[in-house]
């Protein structure tokens, strides 16, 4: 087989030419999007937290409607990056296609009624979710040790930034949305998306902007056709189709032995199939081996991606089935003053930023210290600590609830006696669930594609959320449905908890945790990058990888810059 050369997208290409290099990108770029992003998540989260709370009090609908509405909605909304990310790569690039989603979330809560406000708010999100990280990302030269390690700090940082936001300003509006006003409730979000836009539009002479190269969704429709189409081929003995690298094209992705039924795409079966200039005659019949290579690599997060489905599901709990426990509850703190029910979505955001906190400033500094290099704990071992967090939160929140069924059961009341903060917990864990495991997964998911599909990697992530929503809310119709079987007091439904047995279903969510645990344990953890800076080969244009880099069916490679990383 013919020796194959290696490839990944890292041109910096201004769409500001006139932005000297050297002023822009960077952390004074990066303050505007964090910025940006804060003000957004406050907006939309404004929302998303008090949901629950604002269709119970306002449309009088079911406990398990509502949690099939809220968890809809969200799925559509991330659903929405998939499309958003193909715009940005095909079209619009980046900064416009998050200018263009802010501005379509604006318009979204101005005109917020249950339809064309959640539609807008939908699709302001499809903008904004895939290309924010991304563009984050773009921010920062990861050719210099001193730029990866800014992009690793950026993940953290990103996530801490915007749950500060939402701890300081959410007290005020969940509070204002259920105690004074929703019109007043939803007009302070609505400022935060403005101010939002208008972060975003200062910083515009500081970004590293770069030009839409071409989506990679069709490239990659192109290498299945083109695959299955030459299915019955034997490729030993012909060559790839590799053409040579163009000059956007600084690195290229090695070739790996893993899919190999997708080499097919880019064998050169007759010569008939290239025309005079070297070029493909049908795209759909034989595609390049850089275009095989990019869709090894979203392949090669799957098994990963699987598991952060899990994972979501259990912090979904917390948003709709969580804050329907805390209505009956004893909410009072002193006489005359009740804890929103929205309010205890803050406790997990809290727990989220105190690790961040303590993990960037104390153990990172300390560890160094201690050691004289830098110690980072590795994506495995943080999506395995999510992972018994996320059973643990759920049996927390099983146990709990039994305490505050019986409670009320003996009393004969709506509402139990017992105090909501029994419930402080459960929240907690969920926070620290998304801590450790969540800021991993789209640590990986970004590290693991090539700078020109980051954008999609940003999809992918929240293509997860969907995919969790909805079949969250598919477990939960199937649960309400089995146990309501020949007239049999359902675990979910109505407007009563007490009348259920919620803590079955914790129970059944955290079984289902613990089955994702063997699942990343002995499959899906042997997916993941390695840490360690070991088996780094250096790539430079127009020269190929050395053998002993290329990866095996078990290995996948950290693309970061012009570094080639075999875990």
């Known amino acids: 087989m013919e020796k194959v050369k290696t490839n990944s997208h890292s041109a910096l290409e201004l769409e500001h030419e006139q932005i000297p290099p050297s002023l822009a990108g960077g952390w004074r770029s990066v303050k505007y999007i964090i910025g940006n992003e804060s003000f957004e998540k406050l907006a939309s989260m404004s929302l998303i937290s008090n949901l629950t709370m604002y269709l119970l009090s306002n449309y009088n609908l079911s406990g398990i409607f509502v949690v099939n509405v809220v968890q809809i909605w969200n799925g559509s909304s991330n659903i929405a990056s998939l499309v958003g990310a193909f715009i940005s790569d095909t079209y619009l690039g980046r900064f416009r296609t998050l200018l263009y989603g802010s501005i379509a979330s604006l318009l979204g809560i101005l005109t917020m009624t249950l339809t064309a406000g959640l539609g807008l708010l939908s699709i302001g999100a499809g903008g904004i979710r895939p290309c924010n990280i991304a563009f984050g990302a773009d921010q920062f030269d990861t050719n210099t040790e001193k730029g990866r390690g800014q992009l690793e700090s950026f993940f953290n940082w990103w996530y801490f930034t915007f749950t500060i936001a939402l701890v300081v300003a959410l007290t005020g509006v969940v509070y204002i949305q259920t105690n004074v006003s929703w019109t007043l409730g939803f007009a302070i979000p609505t400022l935060c998306l403005a101010f939002s836009t208008i972060i975003f539009l200062l910083g ?16 990659m429709a192109k290498v299945i056709a083109a695959a299955c189409r030459k299915h019955n081929i034997k490729a030993s003995g012909k060559a790839f189709y590799d053409p040579a690298p163009t000059e956007l094209e600084n690195i290229r992705l090695v070739h790996t032995d893993r899919f190999k039924f997708l080499d097919k795409a880019a064998v050169i079966d007759d010569l008939s199939e290239l025309n005079d200039q070297g070029m493909p005659r049908n795209g759909w019949r034989l595609c390049s081996l850089q275009q095989v290579e990019r869709l090894k690599c979203l392949l090669g997060i799957l098994p990963v991606w699987v598991t952060g489905i899990c994972i979501f599901i259990v912090m979904d709990q917390q948003n709709t089935f969580g804050v329907l426990q805390v209505i009956q509850t004893n909410r009072s703190i002193g006489h005359h003053f009740k804890v ?47 992972i018994l967090l996320s059973i643990l939160c759920m049996l927390v929140a099983g146990v709990v609830e039994k305490k505050r069924r019986d409670s009320a059961l003996r009393l004969g009341s ?17 926070g620290l669930n998304e801590a450790f495991a969540a800021v991993a997964i789209m640590e990986f998911f970004t590290l693991q594609m090539p700078e020109n599909m980051r954008t999609v990697a940003g999809a992918v992530f929240f293509l997860s959320l969907s995919i969790a929503n909805y079949i969250g809310s598919l477990i939960v119709n199937i649960v309400h449905r089995v146990t309501s079987h020949k007239g049999k007091t359902p675990w979910l439904g109505g407007h009563d908890l007490n009348q259920n047995r919620l803590d079955y279903y914790y129970y059944v969510i955290a079984a289902l945790g613990a089955l994702n645990f063997i699942y990343f344990n002995f499959f899906a953890s042997h997916y993941l990058i390695s840490n360690k800076g070991n088996g780094t080969t250096e790539v430079q244009l127009g020269h190929s990888i050395p053998e002993s880099c290329e990866a095996d069916d078990e290995k996948v490679l950290d693309i970061t810059g012009t570094k080639l990383r075999a875990a």
Request: net charge positive; glycine share 4%; charged share 15%.
């Open 204 to 219: 515009r002479h500081t970004y590293i902007c770069k030009k839409p190269q071409g989506s990679v969704f069709s490239d």
């Open 340 to 386: 929103p029910p929205g309010w205890m979505n803050l406790i997990s955001m809290i727990a989220l930023s105190i690790w961040i906190y303590i993990y960037e400033c104390i153990y990172i500094p300390l560890t160094r210290k201690i050691t004289k290099r830098t110690t980072r704990l590795s994506m495995r071992q943080r999506i395995k600590i999510g």
């Open 414 to 430: 709506f509402s139990s006696p017992m105090s909501f903060g029994l419930l402080l917990p459960q929240f907690a864990l969920s």
